[in-house]
């Protein structure tokens, strides 16, 4: 090793096998999540081939939403229970999380306009900016905010609008004869609850986020201000004993 250089940290980006360590089977299954959203935004689209049976592409777009958003609890128990738990994976995670939500949002704007309005995307889409900014500003100030009960329900509650607005276009009603299904309400009510509840949990996000902050800076000018008398003490023998002299 060369005079004055440092050793490198296990697991950091300058060691050669960082990046082999880093695609495990969590952060594989996460990257897969992150390439299937074409295939949705396809599934949700006109250019989806017909002539099956009827709902055909509703059917198929919800159930692979669904298995897509199923794999999110996947890679996190995973990574949780081999060990496995990396930087890009807490990097690529909530992208992936984001990036399905706001494109099948986003293109059922367009599938099914009457259920799912633009206003709405623009506020789901507006929360998570604001929630990947105060994160970004949070990780530079050395703190982390856990995700709330409410935010753990957002998610909840946008997996099932996302199906129910699906099927919406298809059906309003689904009648099994022993179990009934408003599906129509289900995604006229989801769409706005949905809404409600994104700026609930951004808010309940950034009320956390300002403690923190407060928190923070109530701690770093206290020891400013310690630090600013131990000088004075220091500084008080000295001009005493001048004077003496």
């Not at 507006?126 to 957002?154: C, P």
């Not at 509840?197 to 309940?204: E, N, Q, T």
Request: glycine letters at 8%; one cysteine or more; proline letters at 4%.
């Amino acid at each position: 090793m060369a005079v004055g250089a440092s050793p490198r940290r296990a697991g950091s980006l300058g060691r050669p096998g960082c990046w082999a360590n880093s695609v495990n089977l969590p952060n594989s299954i996460t990257l897969s999540r992150i390439f299937c959203i074409p295939i949705l935004i396809w599934m949700l689209s006109s250019h989806f081939p017909h002539g099956g049976f009827h709902g055909e592409q509703e059917i198929v777009a919800s159930v692979f939403f669904v298995l897509v958003s199923i794999s999110d609890g996947v890679d996190g128990y995973l990574a949780r229970h081999r060990g496995q738990i990396t930087t890009m994976g807490m990097l690529l995670d909530p992208i992936a999380d984001k990036l399905l939500i706001t494109s099948a949002l986003v293109a059922l704007v367009e599938f099914n306009p009457h259920i799912v309005k633009p206003w709405i995307v623009v506020v789901v889409v507006g929360r998570e900016f604001l929630v990947s900014g105060l994160r970004s500003i949070a990780s530079t100030e050395g703190f982390t905010i856990e995700a709330s009960d409410v935010g753990k329900l957002k998610t909840v509650i946008q997996i099932v609008t996302v199906v129910a607005a699906t099927l919406d276009r298809g059906w309003a009603v689904w009648d099994w004869g022993w179990v009934i299904v408003p599906v129509h309400l289900i995604a006229a009510v989801g769409v706005y609850y949905m809404a409600g509840i994104s700026i609930l949990s951004g808010v309940d996000y950034f009320v956390a986020f300002w403690r923190k902050i407060e928190k923070a800076s109530a701690t770093r000018r206290r020891t400013d201000n310690e630090l600013v008398l131990s000088r004075r003490k220091k500084a008080a023998p000295a001009a005493h004993n001048a004077t003496q002299l």
